[in-house]
């Protein structure tokens, strides 16, 4: 039997059709324009059927007793005894003190809306999600730049700028697109600081020196201007700020900073007027931008290229997305006006938008470990493992340890799930109906449909959710006993329905296509026109023009101890067989540990005489990890490369053990977490 269906493997969304025989799963392949011998190959999706049946899924609810053992228990034992904390910490110190912490692993569509649903409901503003360092960040930036977040529309390009991304690797649809334009004749430049997939078949590769990228993309501006390359009708008519604008790139000309950031002038300049020139083009940018202290202005600088070129919203440019029409189910206004997150010194970052949430996760171990602004006593960790993927690990680990109850979500017992008090057995993407956010926040409506019953006892994420807020007095909160319910309830206003989305497997448009909607609608933004100057930064005490007081003189983490670290550590690889910490227990994708390597530049490896698959020690000021090396030249000399994700198979593997999180972005609250000067030696 054969149903199409969403995978959530990623962030990707991929539509696919799975193959089921008697409620199993055995195989699914994912849609694509392109013939079968041009597709590119997912292994997480070829490993479909060993992520679903792995011996390590969690198949009942775990409860630890006062010897710190887990013991299996029913669903309405935990539930109840997740609730009853609920209430209990919500009697002692108020519901704020009971916070929500959330992955990436659940989708940040309805089942993100779901959750604040049930945190406001219950009068606490802590739920918490990561996007200070993946992606929300940026949304802000190009928000409060035009409006909204772009969607790159690679297939019709004439030249694409790939910024700190690697589709191969974290996007196969957005990957095929890319090489389909190059083989129609698209120009690619490339902006990273490995040598990836796409920088090796780029036109020009800019191996820009890691948490840099601002300063690349001011001279790449006042290189577009400097020579008129702009496109001045738009500029003159839906921009403000353009003088602003022009003055503060002024003072990072290409001559001036490209030997810095490891770049030749001549280069930075042949990219700016390729870009251009070339028409129509558009940008991809990625988290390559996120994890960086100058994160915000450094994509408001990318955003504005954009602008600059007049590549807004024009076919084979950068789209302006059309919302679907749907019920906003979260319930913010619940939470009484004078408790505030503890996200609270991130008003802006906080408000932007109707639905993304709060996302400073900093916050929560500062709120748990230092009780500031105020104690969080209950943390609910969901479809994510923080004391692996959030910055100095060691600082984590202190937290989860602190906080009075824990309970975790997930479908694979983590090292964070293993600190848990309750452990919540969650369902694969294929085991449940939702709605993602990639098909809503665009026109076009697709449903991730349900294909194989839930393994064992395990739950999917809404039903967990809904359960649980009956449970703490959300009876009228929570009416609905079917998650097709719910998600009709939630697109009533746009005219959809899931029978719909079922009938018509390749999506339901919400609306005509429209170009250059700017024209009769001008942009989302106070003046209505592309922001290259923001009174409102300017009024809440931020920069109003990127860098206009000139660029962070030391952004990457322990600049000031050189000495002791000479070398500049990045965090990477992320490879195609996992998604950040998942799957690695999965042995037809973690191939015997294959990748889990500290990249040395040969140059390097000489110089401390290391060769490959030599255990290699890594120290910073936060901590130390012991990988073997890989001999590469990948990377640029004095750098290494850290390979991402594996600390959930091995302490001595969590990269975050060496990572920053003392210094934020004031306003997006995004640590230094990419790049860090650190140390290596061999392991004796």
Known sequence: MQTDTICRFCSSCCPVVAETENNRLISAKRKSFLPDERQLICPKLQAAADIVYSPERLQKPLIKDGAGNFQEASWDEALDMVAERFLYFKKESGARSVCWLRGMAADWGAPWDYVNRLMNGFGSPNSIGNGSVCHVGREFAHTITYGAMTVPLLQKAKCILVWGKNDRDTNPMAAEAILHARQNG??????DPVRTFFAARADIWLQVKPAHDGLLAMAMIHEIIAHNLYDGDFVDKWTVGFDALARSAAQFPAEKIAADIWLDPAAVKEAARLYATTKPACIVDGNGLDMQV???????????????TGNLDVPGGDFIPQPVAARNLQLRDRVPFEVKPVTGDYPQFNEFNATWGKHVQSCVVDAILDEKPYPVRMLVSQSGNPVVTLMDAGRVERALEKVEFLVVIDKFMTRTARMADVVLPASSCFEKTQLNRAYLRNRLVRIQNQVIEPLAESWPDWKIIFELGRRIGL???????????????QLEPSGITVQMLRDNPDGVPAGDLRFAKHSSDGFNTPSGKVEFYSRKLEENGFPPVPFAHGFSPEPISFSDQKDKYPLLGISGARSNR???????????????????TVDIH???ARTYGIVEGDNVRVE????????????????????????????????????????????RNPII????GRSFMCRISKER
């Open 294 to 308: 100058d994160a915000f202005d450094a994509t408001r600088a990318v955003a504005m290229l954009r602008a600059l």
């Open 186 to 191: 698209a120009k690619l430049i490339v902006v």
């Open 578 to 596: 996992f998604t950040h910490s998942q799957f690695h227990q999965v042995p037809s994708l973690s191939m015997n540990r294959k990748g889990c």
């Open 620 to 663: 910073t000021p936060r901590g130390r990890i012991v990988m073997p090396a890989g001999i590469s030249e990948v990377i640029h000399p004095g750098s290494i490369r850290i390979a991402w994700g594996w600390g959930d198979l091995n302490p001595d593997y969590s990269l975050n053990r060496l990572t920053d999180d003392d210094r």
């Open 602 to 604: 040969p140059d390097d």
């Open 475 to 489: 009876d009228d909160e929570f009416p609905w006993q079917t998650v097709e319910e719910a998600i009709d309830y």
């Open 669 to 672: 609250g995004t640590p230094s």
